[in-house]
């Protein structure tokens, strides 16, 4: 009828790349490359996935198309990425949920995690505890003596079953025996209105969300959770350097391609990234929107730091710490 | 007179600001696309956002946000067109307008019905912006007061008010919302993570729809039942005259309070970060339905159930504003995109930006304003237009209509599976008719029950299982006896139902 036709005209009209040439990795890439973003038009990693395909369309001389495929916790988009060809034509710019984190939280994943492989890291950025202003503790070293001699007590907000500051909680939860009571936020305006109010303790985020607050004098930095502190926020201490290097979090970008694109094309693909990266204004925009860039990725570093991720991510899940499912 | 002389400046300077070239430009240009693309089933503010959020790369912060806000207001005018003349909700929020909006079109009185909802849209629109001139930051401390508990408490005041909307059985009204408060459950579990309903689906993890929903139940139920119906009674049935365009006297005088409350409720609901403008409008439409002289006119074509919804919603999308300018909090996607573009500038909102930037603050306000007054001079000679379509015979009509649906639907997420949706709930929606049972309950059953979940479950774990906090809080305990009140209202009036018909002068409660 005349919806099977639409449907089909409209899959037709978006599979272009299916139809794609041969191609060998040596000229490779001499037609257009889609870059799928797995999550909403407007989200948080459009601007970068915008920047970014923009600077290589220009170095390859090639369109290269964003196509945001939201849906399904991510898995929607990640899994045609998953299933495409391994010519490097299809890509995915994504951040952990949907490669690490899926693996526990979704049953019956369409796709093995293992069907990606890192490409280049992007951008990384500092996740960082944040408190109600009337919260007593003002660095983390506080706020574990204050977790301990009140165990149960602190109200932590965590935005997002599974998700990073859920991990971040568990992760402090289980390495250091303490016990917070965490409170399921779905969308951040609700999270850190009742930040603001004073109704949760704690939560986490990227350093962007919360300016507003802190400049209203209503919260308060605690500490942050990456490796070095963040430039837009010198005088905020990491857990490392508090004296906690088991508690760190991060929260990248990355590239992905189907498991099997030829290697050649990896590289080409990340030193080109890493070149765009490099150009003084995109720096300067990725950090105004809180991101630290890393212009020196590879596809082996990327890979590293995944790996990597996997490990730390497999370990609060077998801790039992980060409750999930059923309990 | 400090105060007026302040308030003077702060115009002044906004003016100043609104009015350059390139900002007019700007505002006129989002407002004219926001308009358009909103009367296009499916395609709402986020998707009109999003589509062209990578020009603002290039334009001045203030310019940027003119632009986007002028698009996210605009499509609250356009939504409700598609509603009126073609039963097909152009965006959620103007579901309601579905009610009494293609009633009113049946009656040959779309272009009367257009014009009232562009006034009762200017007007709602103004109060918004007003009450955002003069008391941006104070209401945005007192929205802070709101937790979890008083969501809770404000949403069981919604669900029961739904249960009055759209049809004369309370029990028909409440088996709609369950309906609905089921559909909305469709998705993860936020506390576990648990998929529920989804049938092994993945797509189904982020739930269904809402915008699927919408336009499955009201437009394409409304095709099925057209074309069962047959078409030869329906070509040229409409005659478009002038005289048809202009709102009668009566229409005046049944609307004026309508938008005054509509404004009101529109501007309470805008300041709460969530879906503010879409509650908004149920909850205006139950409260017209409940002060009436005559309910039962409400569904088949009252203009004050048309009026104050489309009020409601225009004064809640402006006072929306307010959480996000003032306290840098999201209240919805289209406002995370906003919020963006002020921090890609090196921008945080909050208090402080008031003062040290009133030209961006001021001059997005004063932009408003002006976008509200193309809107309506844009608004008035498209109406002629827009009632043009309906002379189309139905049988040339609604293939195309179908096609924008399936564009508006599969353009929000480029997923053929929210085509199926529309389908699937356009089947139900037939199904429903032909039963008598009220859709728009089970709308705002897909809209609160998630978040009656949500912020329930929240209340609890922080209260540790204490229901008590419901009435230990003021705001919570007062919104939970006023749903007390609606309750016992319409229990009393169902059990000692008036026994003589006599004719009503001022208002009453209705069964």
């Not at chain 2, 053929?416 to 929606?429: H, K, P, R, T, Y």
């Amino acid at each position: 009828m005349r919806l099977d036709f639409l449907c089909v005209a409209a899959a037709v009209a978006t599979s272009v790349t299916a139809f794609a040439l041969p191609a060998t990795a040596a000229d490779w890439p001499n037609q257009p490359i889609t870059m799928i973003v797995p999550f909403p038009a407007g989200g948080g990693s459009d601007p970068v996935a915008r920047m970014v395909a923009d600077g290589l369309s220009k170095k390859f001389n090639q369109p290269v198309l964003v196509d945001f495929r939201p849906g399904g916790s991510a898995t929607v988009g990640t899994n045609l990425v998953a299933k495409a060809k391994a010519d490097g034509y299809t890509i995915m710019l994504s951040p952990n949920t949907p490669v690490v984190n899926v693996k526990y939280t979704i049953q019956d994943l369409p796709y093995d995690v293992e069907d990606l492989v890192a490409v280049t890291q992007l951008t990384d950025a500092s996740i960082m505890l944040v408190a109600n202003k009337n919260f007593e503790p003002n660095n983390f070293a506080e706020l574990v003596e204050y977790a301990k001699a009140n165990p149960g007590k602190i109200n932590l907000a965590v935005q997002g079953t599974g998700g990073v500051s859920h991990f971040a909680a568990s992760l402090i939860q289980s390495e250091l025996g303490l016990d917070f009571n965490m409170v399921p936020y779905k969308g951040a305006g609700d999270m850190i209105s009742d930040m603001m109010s004073g109704v949760v303790d704690i939560g986490f985020g990227f350093p962007t969300g919360f300016f507003s607050g802190v400049e209203a004098g209503k919260l308060k930095f605690v500490t942050s959770l990456a490796d070095a502190r963040s430039k837009a926020l010198p005088d905020i201490a990491t857990t490392a350097e508090e004296g906690f290097p088991q508690i760190r979090a991060s929260a990248w970008l990355m590239l992905f391609a189907p498991k099997g694109t030829p290697a050649e094309v990896l590289e080409k693909l990340s030193t080109s990234t890493n070149e765009v990266l490099a150009d003084p204004d995109i720096t300067k925009r990725l950090e105004d929107l809180g991101y630290a860039v890393t212009a020196e990725s590879s596809p082996e570093k990327a890979q590293a730091l995944l790996e990597q991720d996997r490990t730390d991510f497999a370990k609060v899940i077998e801790s039992g710490a980060m409750k999930l499912g059923a309990e | 007179m400090n105060a007026l002389a302040e308030l003077y400046d702060h115009v002044a300077i906004g003016l100043s600001v609104a009015v350059s070239p390139t900002n007019l430009w700007y505002c006129l240009l989002g407002v004219f696309l926001g308009q358009l693309l909103g009367a296009l089933p499916g395609i709402g503010a986020l998707v009109a956002i999003t589509l062209l959020f990578p020009i603002t790369y290039h334009l001045e912060p203030t310019t940027a946000l003119i632009m986007l806000a002028g698009i996210y207001y605009g499509s609250a005018y356009g939504g409700s067109t598609a509603s009126i003349l073609l039963n097909l909700p152009g965006t959620p929020s103007s579901a309601v307008a579905c009610l009494d909006g293609y009633p009113l079109a049946r009656q040959g009185r779309a272009g009367a019905a257009l014009s009232m909802t562009t006034i009762g849209s200017f007007v709602g629109g103004s109060i918004g912006i007003i009450l955002m001139m003069l008391f941006a930051p104070t209401i945005a401390e007192w929205a802070l007061e709101f937790g979890p508990w008083e969501y809770v408490a404000l949403i069981i005041v919604g669900l029961v008010s739904a249960s009055t909307v759209g049809s004369e059985s309370p029990l028909k009204g409440i088996a709609m919302v369950i309906i609905g408060i089921m559909v909305g459950l469709v998705g993860q579990d936020i506390g576990s993570g648990i998929p529920r309903f989804t049938f092994g689906s993945n797509e189904l993890l982020d739930g269904v729809g809402l915008v699927a929903v919408a336009i499955g139940l009201f437009g394409v139920a409304e095709v099925i039942s057209t074309l069962k119906s047959g078409f030869a009674d329906e070509v040229n049935q409409f005659k478009v005259t002038l005289r048809s365009m202009i709102p009668t006297r009566d229409d005046a005088r049944r609307s004026w309070k309508p938008i005054l409350r509509g404004s009101a409720v529109g501007s309470f609901f805008g300041i709460l970060p969530g879906t503010g403008a879409l509650i908004a409008s149920f909850i205006s439409y139950a409260v017209e339905r409940k002060l009436a002289d005559d309910p039962s006119r409400f569904g088949k074509g009252a203009m004050e159930g048309l009026v104050a919804p489309e009020t409601a919603n225009n004064a809640a999308d402006q006072t929306a504003f307010i959480p996000t300018m003032t306290l840098g909090i999201p209240g919805s996607a289209t406002m995370a995109i906003m919020l963006g573009v002020l921090i890609m500038n090196g921008i945080t909102p909050g208090p402080a930006v008031i003062a040290e930037k009133p030209e961006l603050f001021w001059g997005l306000i004063m932009s408003f304003w002006i976008g509200n007054v193309i809107l309506v001079i844009l608004n008035i000679p498209m109406i002629g237009i827009w009632t043009r379509i309906l002379t189309v015979p139905y049988r040339a009509l609604y293939p195309f209509i179908l096609a924008f649906v399936c564009m508006g639907i599969y353009s929000i997420a480029q997923s053929s599976f929210d085509i199926w949706i529309v389908f699937v709930a356009g089947a139900l929606g037939y199904f429903f008719r032909i039963l008598d049972l009220p859709l728009a309950p089970l709308i705002l059953g897909v809209v609160l029950g998630p978040m009656f979940e949500e912020h329930f479950l929240r209340s609890q774990v922080l209260s540790r299982g204490d229901f008590m906090m419901f009435l230990q809080r003021p705001v919570s305990l007062v919104l939970l006896l006023i749903a007390l009140a609606i309750v016992v209202t319409s229990a009393y009036s169902a059990l000692f139902p008036r026994k003589v018909q006599e004719p009503v002068i001022d208002g009453s409660t209705n069964a």
